[in-house]
């Protein structure tokens, strides 16, 4: 697999990254999709992903926060390395390098919000079983569970509506089998269902 920059500086954005995600939201009280956000509209973001020395090297993780903000640094440069939100960081950091996609892609897939609730019991594992998890997260969606999302229906509320069973609508998310050799009318049925067209579930 192809990471995103040389391994030799992950430790020290991870480690930026992670007090940033702490300080924003124990010490600003920024909420942390809120901050995530914040953090993906700047240019820190862009320049970590791509381990710009100027920011990776050359700022500390206050003083990146800062520019997050556009305020001045917090008279504050320690962090506890144990909370939740650092470990989101430390996550987060890791998960961009090892799959080298954006951070941008990552937090879409997966918010921020969303890693800190798997705290328990994934900061006691090794970080890998984290990447497992976020891995799930960064699969491509099933065409049939966007549209019945979309249309706010769960999978038995569609089976109901459907006339479809609920095994087949799971199997048919979960790529177990291929929604494409369905017979025509259950194809037809879930089309009617969620007033789209069979095209737009078998794509």
């Known amino acids: 697999m192809i990471?995103?920059?040389?391994?030799?500086?992950?430790d020290i954005i991870q480690r930026k990254v992670s007090a940033m995600f702490e300080l924003a939201v124990l010490e600003e009280h920024i909420e942390i999709d809120a901050f995530a956000q914040k953090?993906?509209?700047?240019?820190?973001?862009?320049?970590?992903?791509?381990?710009?020395?100027?920011?990776?090297?050359?700022?500390?993780?206050?003083?990146?926060?800062?520019?997050?903000?556009d305020k001045e640094p917090l008279n504050i440069e320690?962090?506890?390395?144990?909370?939740?939100?650092?470990w989101v960081g430390w996550v987060l950091a890791y998960a961009q390098w090892y799959f080298n996609k954006s951070y941008a892609a990552i937090i879409a897939a997966m918010p921020c919000?969303?890693?800190l609730g798997h705290y328990f019991p994934y900061h006691e594992m090794d970080i890998m079983h984290s990447m497992d998890l976020i891995a799930q997260y960064l699969k491509p969606i099933c065409p049939l569970k966007a549209i019945r999302q979309k249309r706010k229906l769960s999978q038995t509320q569609l089976a109901n509506l459907s006339n479809v069973p609920l095994r087949t609508i799971k199997a048919y998310e979960q790529g177990t089998v291929d929604i494409?050799?369905?017979?025509?009318?259950?194809?037809?049925?879930?089309?009617?269902?969620?007033?789209?067209?069979?095209?737009?579930?078998?794509r």
């Open 3 to 10: 990471h995103a920059y040389n391994e030799q500086f992950l």
């Open 39 to 69: 953090f993906l509209s700047s240019p820190v973001c862009r320049a970590l992903e791509t381990a710009d020395p100027v920011y990776a090297l050359g700022k500390s993780a206050n003083e990146l926060l800062a520019l997050i903000l």
């Open 78 to 86: 320690t962090s506890s390395y144990a909370s939740p939100e650092y």
């Open 113 to 115: 919000s969303t890693i």
């Open 180 to 202: 494409a050799k369905a017979q025509a009318e259950t194809l037809y049925s879930l089309a009617q269902t969620l007033h789209c067209t069979i095209e737009e579930l078998i």
